[in-house]
Nanobody, 119 residues
């Protein structure tokens, strides 16, 4: 089992920045890919970014490229999502998730952290 706890969300003005954290417990993450997703009010959940824990190779949704950065700290078993140049349309609940790289589906999910960007 992998338990995921997000933190770092909050209220920020447009153009500001936040760093979201996702602390993982229960297992080492060397065989996992970690992802960030978000869900805005009235919209579907969407993929934001992912990182291969072992290699630190990353993938980004087109909407995230250039503004968001995913990273991981192996010693702390934590994955981060740096949010820069935030826009009101980035307002959403942000979730971290984990999947074994051999599987297609993310298995473990955190409870989410709210990001609100005011205009």
């Amino acid at each position: 089992q992998v338990q995921l706890v997000e933190s770092g969300g909050g209220l920020v003005q447009a153009g500001g920045s936040l760093r979201l954290s996702c602390a993982a417990s229960g297992r080492t993450l060397s065989m996992y890919t970690m992802g960030w997703f978000r869900q805005a009010p009235g919209k579907e959940r969407e993929f934001v970014a992912s990182i291969n824990w072992s290699t630190a190779s990353t993938n980004y949704a087109d909407s995230a490229k250039g503004r968001f950065t995913i990273s991981r700290d192996n010693a702390k078993n934590t994955v981060y999502l740096q949010l820069n140049s935030l826009k009101p349309e980035d307002t959403a609940v942000y979730y971290c998730a984990a999947r074994q790289r051999s599987l297609l589906k993310y298995e473990y999910w955190g409870q989410g952290t709210q990001v609100t960007v005011s205009s």
